[in-house]
């Protein structure tokens, strides 16, 4: 059996997956403060509530 070249990933076994690129792992870097961000947001939205409910 021969077989040729396969420059994608064989998981991929739908036509239209085969023809993507690779998934490429995510920057760990660029997400470490979203975190921060969101329970910073979270927490600004929780006091804002809190407040105008109160008075």
Do not use: I
């Amino acid at each position: 059996m021969t077989r040729r070249l396969v420059l994608t990933n064989e998981a991929a076994r739908h036509p239209f997956r085969q023809t993507l690129p690779p998934p490429v792992a995510p920057d760990a870097r660029r997400g470490d403060d979203s975190d921060w961000k969101l329970f910073l947001l979270s927490f600004a939205a929780f006091f804002t509530c809190f407040y105008t409910f109160l008075f």
